[in-house]
């Protein structure tokens, strides 16, 4: 890593520092926060710990800087993406192993975070320079007339504050930055506290990539330092934020009026009928309930099977799960650490609480350090918290259903509303339960996931606010400027009608 000689100045031995106006920076607090591999325990580095004080300064720098940026050409602003996501393929490798260190990810899945990083800036650029207006007639509105033609364009919103989550510090950052930057708007990146160092290479990589300086700065610290004073900070326009739903409806009442685009928990079901196709389903269930340990908002986080077909799949899903690789995330063993022990000790808590109430373990609950043995748990009933709590790790229940209605009750009585998945051959049926769900996105015969990411991405009650996706996210990060003609009598011409 050190060898790289473009990655120099953003650190100090361990100590990495905070991106300001082109420069990178130690925090004038001297604090500084210790950031540890979940998996060995072993010091990864030093992240500042940035004050109110340095949080006034990156803000003042961002704003400064949103005219130099909205009046920099859109072709110049698009190649200043592709030159990024050039970058990022290069360093690939490099960076996706600081980000397996730092997060205990899979190296390559860790690796491929940072390649789809760069798929999504060369999307953006691509739609970014599609960017148009419309015009509208007066005379389509009773009253009016052809004398008013309104031309509408989009400008940026000025400031925007993108705060990442740990499970995807450099994608789920990205995928933020690269609209916004696209529509004009100069950029504060919040990294999370678990995954802070990761991100901070987009800071070197916008720098080569041509970004002014001021346009894009990076400020790390503690939420309970400067979380609040940035996101109720009058400078900020908009903020962008990927975390629990709990930080995110403290955030939306701190933010205040400020346009919000958050994306939050989930509890994503997959209602299995008795005609699915049982290969593909249990293929699917596991793969998107235990990528990356459970820890993804997309993750499966509760199965309904049908009667005819429930202790089948629950037999096929145990016998593929218990196949699982468990241990390093250099190794690139499917199930790793959780980020912390706490999230170990809640994931336990869980499980601890579904078997007191009678649940059925068939394989799993142990731990060993942060990683949790991936754990399922069958006759899971609506009194047990594993039925609605998110775990965000390895833990899977089975909620039994007796039809296809109480599917859709069970699902839709989720304080979630994320994603939801019907696996069956009735593709009619599909439809049917598909409209009834209480839920942003629906997938029939496959796992819940965000990508394609071109594709539209967004949750309804506590999942969040807004859809993103390529061109939602460079909507929602941009908004429309309306100009009004309004033509004089002076020069009208007389039309009239003949017949
Ligand atoms: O957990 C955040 C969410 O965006 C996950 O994305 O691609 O794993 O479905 P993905």
């Not at 980020?339 to 394989?363: E, H, M, P, Y």
């Not at 775990?391 to 069970?410: D, K, Q, Y």
């Not at 941009?478 to 011409?493: A, I, Q, T």
Request: charged share 25%; glycine share 10%.
């Amino acid at each position: 890593m050190n060898e790289i000689k473009e990655f120099s100045p953003m650190k100090d031995g361990l100590n990495y520092k905070y991106y300001i106006n082109g420069k990178w920076n130690v925090s004038e607090s001297g604090d500084v926060i210790a950031i540890y591999n979940p998996y060995s325990n072993e010091l990864i580095g030093y992240v500042q710990g940035c004050s109110k004080k340095d949080a006034d300064e990156v803000i003042n720098s961002a704003k400064e800087n949103v005219d130099c940026w909205e009046n920099t050409p859109l072709e110049e602003r698009v190649n200043v993406l592709r030159r990024a996501a050039d970058l990022m393929l290069k360093w690939a490798e490099p960076i996706g192993r600081i980000l397996m260190q730092e997060i205990g990810k899979p190296l390559k899945s860790a690796i491929s975070e940072i390649r789809r990083t760069a798929d999504i800036f060369y999307a953006t650029a691509d739609a970014g320079s599609q960017i148009v207006g419309e015009t509208i007639m007066g005379d389509s509105f009773k009253g009016f007339t052809k004398d008013k033609i309104s031309m509408t364009y989009r400008v940026p919103l000025g400031v925007i504050l993108c705060i990442g989550p740990f499970n995807y510090p450099f994608n789920l950052t990205g995928s933020k930055i690269a609209p916004a930057l696209v529509a004009g708007n100069s950029v504060i990146m919040k990294p999370p506290s678990e995954g802070a160092i990761t991100p901070l290479y987009l800071g070197v990589i916008l720098e080569k990539a041509g970004i002014p300086p001021g346009v894009f700065n990076i400020i790390t610290g503690r939420g309970s330092e400067i979380g609040d004073y940035l996101t109720g900070h009058p400078k900020i326009d908009m903020i962008s934020f990927t975390g629990s739903s709990e930080t995110g409806r403290h955030l939306a009442k701190v933010a205040g009026m400020k346009p919000l685009l958050l994306e939050l928990g989930g509890k994503d079901a997959a209602i299995v009928l008795d005609d699915a196709d049982l290969e593909l389903t249990t293929k699917a269930i596991v793969k998107g309930a235990f990528s990356f340990s459970g820890q993804r908002c997309t993750a499966v986080k509760r199965v309904l099977p049908m009667p005819r077909i429930a202790d089948l799949l629950v037999e096929k899903v145990t016998k593929e799960v218990m196949s699982l690789s468990i241990g390093d995330p250099a190794e690139n063993k499917v199930i790793g650490p959780l980020i912390n022990s706490k999230r170990c000790d809640f994931v336990q808590g869980l499980i601890d609480d579904a078997l007191s109430k009678g649940a059925t373990l068939k394989c799993g609950n142990r731990r060993e350090g942060n990683i949790m043995w991936p754990t399922i748990l069958d006759n899971v009933t609506i009194d047990m918290r594993i039925a609605w709590e998110e775990p965000f790790g390895p833990v899977l229940p089975f909620i039994r259903i007796r039809s296809a209605e109480e599917a859709i009750e069970i699902s839709n009585k989720s304080e979630y509303g994320l994603q939801g998945m019907i696996f069956t051959n009735n593709i009619d049926l599909a439809f049917n339960i598909a409209q009834e769900l209480e839920v942003g996105t629906v997938q029939i015969n496959g796992q819940s996931e965000r990508g394609p990411d071109h594709f539209p991405f967004l949750g309804t009650k506590s999942s969040g606010l807004g859809t993103q996706g390529i061109k939602y996210s460079i909507e929602a990060m941009s908004r429309p400027k309306v100009v009004v003609m309004n033509l004089s009598e002076k020069g009208k011409l007389i039309h009239e009608c003949r017949g």
